[in-house]
């Protein structure tokens, strides 16, 4: 759209204030110095333009391995969210929870196709994404659960965000691949505000009515064992935390879902809910491998 | 989700990358004025539209009235003396 208008055309479209709404007006005054407005359509490599090579001393294995799983992260959660499109108790709350879902997708698709080229088997990530089976994904447990209501998806996305802003702002310093440490940077900015979303929510609904309150701290409780298999470290535990304790909740001491034979959601063992994210995810690409739309 | 109680209204008015002014772009529903402004960051700037957001209580807004569009606008429509396009301006006055 933006190469069609000449000039006069955007002029008049600017000027045309009653006639295309002061909405449009914006849009269109601000073609003229960004030309991805309709950013995504025709978009193949999101890493087009940086070098991608793994740099000297960096262990691609351990590249692959860290990119596979928040990105796996990511992959999974985001679906677990776009589950909630049609759902969600307000329209406003629908979008807020779909913007959601396409950063942590966008984050995905990144961190897939770093962990391809690390890996450099010639995969890519459609491949890593659509077809590997169950016990090849590497996603923590936390992220397959299907939410039982608003409170548990609040509740978790509040738990999910928190630790992962730290994990992106910890590589956004410590990352020897300058890839990493570039999409990390980009998603500390979108996990802020996910966490923001999450404890403004948590907040709202354990510090309103008895009901709301009930059902926040229940759903704490049903989702406090997948916790333990994070990694919160102090400044997360101590964040989360602050939320419960404004929010007027108690932090659950349920221990930890157990190892399966020693192997949690990072070594590939996942909880039943995963075998139908997958199928609902992989069928149409699995159906027709290669299609293009 | 059983009762929901209706939200209020608020307005929504963004600035533009290059705009000088907020401008009006649409309504939403929310709870109280914070989860106001993030909603209207989740509805109203996904394509990178605004560099500044202002929400108003729709009720804080006093508008005036279809019915009075007449005694309110039409006495202006005639006064064509109030454009200063009838003064000639000299060369060498610059900056006009």
Redesign the interface.
């Known amino acids: 759209m933006s190469e069609a208008w000449s000039s006069a055309e955007r002029e008049s479209a600017v000027t045309d204030f009653d006639e295309y709404g002061a909405y449009e007006s914006l849009a269109h005054s601000l073609e003229t110095d960004d030309h991805r407005w309709a950013f995504g359509t025709g978009f193949d490599d999101p890493l087009a333009g940086i070098d991608t090579a793994v740099p000297d001393g960096v262990d691609a294995a351990a590249l692959a391995a860290c990119c596979l799983g928040l990105g796996d992260d990511a992959l999974i959660y985001s679906h677990r969210l776009q589950q909630w499109v049609t759902r969600a108790p307000e329209l406003e709350e629908e979008t807020a929870l779909a913007n959601i879902a396409l950063d942590l997708l966008g984050q995905a698709r990144l961190l897939l196709t770093r962990a391809a080229q690390a890996e450099g088997a010639g995969r890519d990530e459609d491949q890593l994404a659509f077809f590997r089976d169950e016990r090849e994904f590497r996603n923590v447990r936390l992220v397959e659960r299907a939410d039982a209501d608003f409170a548990e998806l609040t509740a978790r996305l509040l738990i999910f965000s928190a630790w992962r802003l730290a994990v992106f702002q910890s590589l956004t310093r410590t990352s020897k691949d300058p890839v990493l440490a570039a999409i990390a940077a980009k998603a500390v900015k979108e996990l802020t505000y996910h966490r923001d979303y999450a404890a403004g929510w948590v907040i709202r609904l354990g510090d309103g009515t008895d009901f709301s309150r009930a059902k926040t701290q229940a759903a704490l409780e049903t989702i406090w064992p997948l916790v333990g298999e994070l990694d919160l470290g102090e400044e997360v535990t101590g964040v989360i935390d602050a939320v419960i304790a404004r929010a007027t909740l108690t932090r659950p001491a349920a221990a930890p879902l157990g190892l399966v034979a020693g192997k949690s959601g990072r070594d590939g063992t996942h909880t039943e809910a995963m075998g139908y994210i997958l199928a609902e995810l992989q069928s149409v690409a699995r159906a027709h491998p290669g299609a293009r739309w | 989700?059983t009762h929901?109680a209706d939200?209020p209204l608020f307005e929504v008015f963004?600035r533009?990358?290059?705009?000088l002014n907020h401008?009006?772009?649409?309504s939403?529903?929310?709870?109280d004025p914070?989860?106001a402004l993030?909603?209207a960051?989740?509805?109203?700037c996904?394509?990178?539209?605004?560099v500044s957001i202002w929400v108003v209580p729709a009720t804080a807004i006093t508008a005036s009235s279809p019915d009075e569009k007449d005694p309110f606008f039409a006495p202006a429509g005639d006064k064509v003396y109030r454009h200063p396009t009838f003064y000639p301006i000299p060369d060498d006055v610059p900056h006009m």
């Open positions: 989700m929901k939200w963004l533009g990358k290059r705009g401008v009006h772009v649409g939403l529903h929310a709870a914070e989860m993030r909603h960051r989740d509805l109203y996904r394509r990178n539209e605004a």
